[in-house]
């Protein structure tokens, strides 16, 4: 005969433990949320800087260009074109060339060619870790610099798209 006294089948949690395995999940979703809003911004970042690397490399691809062609006074028209226009396609999220400078456009993550200050401008979109500029928005200003030899400034030795200002993003 099987016994059966003291076997009362199986426990569920008591109310303690349920609130306690709640706030564990809770902890652990709160970190995790953190942590992806921290990686978003650091791929807005980098994608960011990415493009600036390509737009780098079509200026210097540009330079080439006089340089092999000798039509180095071409050069310095440079410093007041539209960087985009070097690259094969521009970005997903170019929004165009404005005279006066817009809107900070929402929710940012965009690119905009400034045709009266000649600077392309980037505006951040996840900025909780971005230092604003000197006017206050949440932007990255930059502009095609002319390099010159430091031994004779007359020889341009390159040209770089360069931030206006420095930025501060983490």
Known sequence: ???TRG???PRGFSLLELVVVISIIAIFAAVLLG???NTAAIAEKTTMEATVNQINTALLFEFAADV???TRDKIPALASKNPVDWLAQPPSNYLGEFAATPKQPEPGGNWYFDTTDHFLV???QRGEEFQPDSTGLKRVRYRVKLLYDDTE???MVGVIL???EPYKWF
Do not use: A
């Open 7 to 9: 076997f009362h089948g």
């Open 1 to 3: 005969m099987l016994r």
């Open 122 to 124: 980037y505006t951040v």
């Open 153 to 155: 400034p007359k020889v």
């Open 35 to 37: 942590r992806l809003k």
């Open 162 to 164: 360069s931030p206006v």
């Open 68 to 70: 092999i062609h000798n």
